[in-house]
């Protein structure tokens, strides 16, 4: 069984920033590619941004493209969101997850193991 957690949510004004950080448990984070979603009130969960098993690539939305970044560090077991530039539509929980398989995707039916969320609020 695989257990993630989310940490590093939080309380931001406009423009500032965050850092998301997933740890995982299990032998086999490095097998898999990870991603992060996120769900406002009211509305459907939605891919924010994924990696590859290796890092060696790395997919966003369009609607945090240049202002987010994903990473991963397999010796630790652990991925990461930096977020830039934040704007009040950022506000959701975020999740990360692990997909089925190496590479990521947008689905979110393509990932089986979920953290428990953290909430990013961003103030205007």
């Known amino acids: 069984q695989v257990q993630l957690v989310e940490s590093g949510g939080g309380m931001v004004q406009a423009g500032g920033s965050l850092r998301l950080s997933c740890s995982a448990s299990?032998?086999?984070?490095?097998?898999?590619?990870m991603g992060w979603f996120r769900q406002a009130p009211g509305k459907e969960r939605e891919f924010v941004a994924g990696?590859?098993?290796?890092?060696?690539?790395?997919y966003y939305a369009d609607s945090v493209k240049g202002r987010f970044s994903i990473s991963r560090d397999n010796a630790k077991n652990a991925a990461y969101l930096q977020m830039n530039s934040l704007k009040p539509e950022d506000t959701a929980v975020y999740f990360c997850?692990?997909?089925?398989?190496?590479?990521?995707?947008?689905?979110?039916?393509?990932?089986?193991?979920w953290g428990q969320g953290t909430q990013v609020t961003v103030s205007s």
């Open positions: 299990g032998r086999t984070f490095s097998l898999y590619a």
């Open positions: 997850a692990r997909a089925r398989g190496s590479m990521a995707t947008m689905t979110y039916r393509e990932y089986d193991y």
């Open positions: 990696i590859s098993n290796t890092g060696g690539r790395t």
